[in-house]
């Protein structure tokens, strides 16, 4: 069975820019979290999406925005990015969300300049 | 408000000497915690669940317990691919999100 699987796994921006990254699912999971992971602040939760509605929202900037798919992708936006958006964001996938057992991608690296 | 905290934030072991790392949290009503295993450059990966006070689970040469405010994980005669960053996470008190202490990166030298 496949794993979760999150593109690009790298990227580099630069202030002011905006960023869109993906993550395709487990198959048969229908959440979808994202949490980003700072070597200061560790891992923090940014929001869920369930059959497509944002469920749960983390407390982050409305720069942070994302959607799921009907095939249970996600994309995570970031618009005006700053150099404090610097991160591994990571995206887990569950069969029900909330207290579910949770797989992590690998992460994508996103390096603000 | 909930919380998650683990100690010690790092742990030099010499291969083979044993040790336990702690997590205590302040979510009331617990829903579960889970123990993960984090590699540099990756993601975290699952470990353990644990559900209620007194409840053990191991694997290999981890054991993870739980009391009513803390879980250990307890590394037995560990090896050099044990090292890694191993973080422990609970439900928030809605059940809507997972919270993640800090993470106790652990290194064993050969």
């Known amino acids: 069975k496949a794993g979760v699987t999150q593109t690009p796994r790298y990227l580099i921006k630069t202030r002011g820019q905006q960023v869109t990254l993906s993550c395709s699912p487990i198959s048969g999971h229908r959440s979808v979290s994202w949490y980003q992971q700072t070597p200061g602040q560790g891992l923090q939760f940014l929001f869920e999406y369930f059959s497509e509605t944002q469920r749960n929202k983390g407390n982050f900037p409305g720069r942070f925005s994302g959607r799921q798919f009907s095939n249970s992708r996600s994309e995570m936006n970031v618009s005006t990015l700053e150099l404090g958006d610097s991160a591994l964001y990571l995206c887990?996938?569950?069969?029900?969300?909330?207290?579910?057992?949770?797989?992590f991608g690998a992460g994508t690296r996103l390096s603000v300049l | 408000e909930d919380q998650v905290t683990q100690s010690p934030e790092a742990l030099r072991l010499q291969e083979g000497e044993s040790s336990s790392l702690n997590c205590s949290y302040t979510?009331?009503?617990?829903?579960?915690l889970f123990w993960y295993r984090q590699d540099p450059g990756k993601g975290p990966e699952f470990l353990f669940t644990?559900?209620?006070a007194g409840e053990e689970k191991e694997k290999e040469r981890l054991k993870a317990t739980l009391t009513k405010k803390e879980s250990f994980l307890h590394i037995t005669a560990p090896k050099p691919e044990d090292s890694a960053t191993y973080l422990c996470a609970v439900p928030n008190q809605a059940g809507t999100a997972l919270i993640f202490g800090k993470g106790t990166t652990l290194s064993v030298s050969s």
């Open positions: 979510v009331s009503g617990l829903r579960g």
């Open positions: 887990a996938s569950s069969l029900e969300g909330g207290a579910d057992i949770q797989y």
């Open positions: 644990l559900y209620s």
